[in-house]
């Protein structure tokens, strides 16, 4: 059965920072991309980064680009989101999600989120 | 604001089939496939349909996907008050380089 476990979220203050973790199981990680998926209150859903199987290839947002760092480790199943200079629009629930192949084209599996507060 | 844009809302009653429309452009929709989520309320994203058409393993029939040009649409058959849940269209987009999701429509079943 895939699992996904998010874990790091909490309340930051405007310019800080905050490390997601998601850990997988259920599948072999490394043969599959991964993403994170924001959803701010009462808004819809917005992509944040995702990083392919195979080579390890990054895709940002641009509103993310330079703040946000995705990272995988394969041999502990985990995902990374290092998240710097964050802003009150980065307020939001962030869920891990799995793809259905090794590059991010659809999210198959996703965890059930960790909220993010950033607010004085 | 999104590359993909989707009404707001749509409703049903029960019994009732209720379509859901999904526009893109060349860079999106025309070019790559189109993939549905459902939001069930208070809880994560549920795969509903991928690669336009194809229902994931335990989706029912009575949902379905289509694609034209550049636009796709998601139908809902026999309509069931369980349904009440947002709904997302996603799409590779190729100028912004990664997957992108519609503003979401917000099903009510009346």
């Known amino acids: 059965e895939v699992q996904l476990l998010e874990s790091g979220g909490g309340l930051v203050q405007p310019g800080g920072s905050l490390r997601l973790s998601c850990a997988a199981s259920?599948?072999?990680?490394?043969?599959?991309?991964m993403s994170w998926v924001r959803q701010a209150p009462g808004k819809g859903l917005e992509r944040v980064s995702a990083?392919?199987?195979?080579?390890?290839?990054?895709y940002y947002a641009d509103s993310m680009k330079g703040r946000f760092t995705i990272s995988r480790d394969n041999s502990k199943n985990t995902l990374y989101l290092q998240m710097d200079s964050l802003r009150a629009e980065d307020t939001a629930v962030y869920y891990c999600?799995?793809?259905?192949?090794?590059?991010?084209?659809?999210?198959?599996?996703w965890g059930q989120g960790t909220l993010v507060t950033v607010s004085s | 604001q999104s590359v993909l844009t989707q009404p707001p809302s749509a409703s049903g009653t029960p019994g009732q089939r209720v379509t859901i429309s999904c526009s893109g452009s060349s860079s999106n929709i025309g070019n790559n496939n189109v993939n549905w989520y459902q939001q069930l309320p208070g809880t994560a994203p549920k795969l509903l349909i991928l690669?336009?058409?194809q229902r994931p393993s335990g989706v029912p029939d009575r949902f379905s996907g289509s694609k034209s040009g550049t636009s796709a649409s998601l139908a809902i058959s026999g309509l069931l008050s369980e349904d009440e849940a947002d709904y997302y269209c996603a799409a590779w987009d190729d100028n912004l380089n990664g997957p992108e999701f519609g503003g979401g429509t917000k099903l009510t079943v009346l």
């Open positions: 999600a799995k793809a259905g192949q090794w590059l991010p084209y659809y999210f198959d599996y």
């Open positions: 690669i336009n058409n």
């Open positions: 990083i392919s199987g195979r080579d390890g290839r990054t």
């Open positions: 259920g599948f072999t990680f490394s043969n599959y991309a």
